[in-house]
């Protein structure tokens, strides 16, 4: 054949940059390098999620203070009210929407993220781009309803006759770490359901009972004594203390927290690995 | 003479999947898996600046390189270097989101396909340019009329600078106009240096704009080259096989063919053709194209896509279309002869395309043995002179 032949057999010169395609095998690294050079594909994937999640509603983005709040209003009329939760003596309205508010982030954000890679199987069946992308744009659009909700929280505090103090500056901290613990679950879910499409349909629930497990709507003292430092394994325990520490005041378990922050690392870990070992299927399986 | 860069370098690539045909027993509520193998030890070298089209039946395994190529899946075993920035356009619009504006979606699609922002803010005006959309810029893409979509899609595509794009079908969309322009632009793309790998069926298409083809069969590298004797040699193969189908939408099938040749006068022949088709769900604006094809693929003549009878025809469940093409032809070399045909319903949407429909063989004529010589490519044989002679 000529030597511009495609079947030549010269020796192979390159003018550009190689890129090497070939079977991934094993654990490989988490490729962090690459995924700061498509950082601008997050931001573009944050701004649709952000852009077209309220269009064509009639009360837009106010969506996002009706929900936490009618979600507040029914538990602090049923379980503040009627079944007269003691909140170590706060006002339960405002103990149990500082809880609802961490809560709800993490649960919307571990939904999305979790669903997010096969929303997009269109995307990934048809072009590259490294694909926890996905799950982490879900749970940065999370964040955004966060910040919206956040807003319902000053008034609702001095309706309560809450005082916001300096804590309150201290809420960015729990917002980045409740990123994070979704980031952790939600990706790890992502990857899984790609090809086992019953951990969507289990999410539901399992992200209930996972509600009730957290001290969202009961303060932490209303478990058993020996319970208490158990409960500061769940990842999210942490955060939901934490932010009621910022909003009231209550008290905290400082190494509770490290603990929870760490089994948090862990799930983000865990998560970005699997992930990975499991993505290169993806276009095959989804 | 030194040797080209190469774009794109292919070593033993296989790709295999897991299927599950059905009747196998199942053992544990599952059926044991059986391997196929899409991809059987496919290499090649690609020399930066060609334009190479993949052919092969539905099936030979062209999608499933394509995606290699793309990074979209690994291969089962093999590897590839690719050299520069690889753009898949496997698809029109690749992550356009409805809700959004035509603009926001430029954005969005072009980072899909790693872009930044800053590249495209300064190549915003020449993809607008090319997109013509006008007053529709800030109007979200699920108001847009599909020409206008497939536009700003194709507007987006070849602004994307890659230095290999990885192309199927793309140029099988969009009426004749646009259909040019896209033409135009891909040449341009490929003038530039960058390296195009396309996947077509239109083997006008393929001898229009490829420098170089390769030819799939069931998942092995039949033939690589330049473009012409790859493709001759796919499209002679396909003369005397099976019909090709590219789109059967479950709304039409073909029921009837009949097809005659016979010589009307020494200097010309009668060609009847007479397609039937059944309707299986109510079509609007039908429209047809047909073309007829002579040995070795070549065209020799095409009717449409033109609406069928007064339009706009509407056609139900049950009933027929019938299709019958008259012509008088000079008479035909020998080999095979078969149509091409498209119907299309609303909006240009492909209902029905098929090609290699086999009709008629002609017969060698021991008159004229030229025809049988192994370089003779043509399909007419009309009276004509042929002289040669050395001037003095």
Known sequence: MSEDGITAAHEATFSRPVTVLAPRRGWRGLGLHELWSWRELLWAFLWRDIRSRYRQTALGVAWALIRPLTTMAIFAFVLGRLARIDADGQPYAVFTYAGLLAWGFFGSAVQTAALSVVHASHLVTKVYFPRVLLPLSAVGAATVDFLVAMLALVPLMLVFDVVPSWRLLLAPVVMVWVALASAGVGILLAGIVVRYRDFGHAMTFLLQAWMYATPVLYPLSLLPEPLRPWAYLNPMTGPVELFRWCVLGTDVSAVGCALSAATAALGLLAGLLVFQRVERHFADVI | ?392
Not at chain 2, 50 to 79: M, Y
Request: with cysteine.
């Open chain 2, 1 to 392: 003479m030194p040797a080209r860069p190469v774009a794109i370098r292919a070593e033993g690539l296989w790709k295999t999947y897991v299927i599950h045909p059905p009747g196998t027993p199942r053992r544990f509520g599952r059926r044991p898996g059986v391997e196929f193998h899409a991809l059987r030890d496919v290499s090649f070298d690609v020399p930066e600046g060609a334009v190479l089209g993949i052919v092969g039946r539905n099936g030979a395994g062209k999608s499933t390189l394509l995606k290699v190529l793309g990074r979209i899946t690994d291969p089962s075993r093999g590897r590839v270097l690719v050299a520069g920035r690889v753009a898949s356009l496997l698809e029109v619009g690749t992550g356009f989101h409805p809700e959004l504006t035509g603009l926001e979606n430029v954005y969005l699609n072009a980072a899909i396909h790693g872009l930044k922002r800053r590249e495209v803010r300064r190549r915003l005006d020449s993809i607008l340019g090319f997109a013509e959309i006008g007053d529709f810029l800030d109007e979200p893409v699920k108001r847009y009329s599909s020409g206008m979509y497939l536009r700003l899609a194709f507007g987006i595509a070849a602004h994307l600078d890659a230095d290999i794009l990885i192309v199927d079908e793309l140029l099988a969309v969009g009426d004749a106009g646009f259909r040019e322009r896209c033409f135009g632009k891909m040449k341009e793309v490929a003038g530039s240096g960058r390296t195009v790998v396309l996947v077509s069926h239109e083997p006008a298409t393929l001898r229009a704009l490829c420098t170089h083809a390769l030819h799939l069969e069931r998942g092995t590298l039949r033939a690589a080259g330049a473009t012409e004797p790859v493709v001759g040699a796919y499209l002679e193969g396909l003369a005397t096989g099976q019909p090709v189908v590219h789109v059967d939408g479950d709304a039409l099938t073909l029921v009837g063919r009949q097809a005659s040749c016979r010589a009307a006068t020494p200097a010309g022949q009668e060609v009847h053709v007479e397609l039937t088709f059944e309707v299986k769900r109510d079509v609007r604006r039908l429209r047809m194209g047909f073309s007829f094809e002579g040995p070795s693929g070549v065209r020799l003549f095409q009717c449409g896509p033109a609406p069928l009878g007064a339009s706009p025809v509407e056609a139900r469940v049950g009933e027929r279309l019938r299709c019958v093409v008259a012509c008088r032809l000079p008479p035909l070399a020998p080999g095979p002869y078969s149509a091409t045909f498209l119907l299309e319903g609303e909006g240009g949407e492909p209902l029905l395309h098929v090609s290699g429909v086999r009709l008629f063989e002609v017969p060698p004529d021991p008159a004229r043995p030229e025809c049988l010589a192994p370089g003779f490519r043509a399909a007419l044989l009309p009276a004509h002179t042929f002289e040669l002679a050395v001037l003095r």
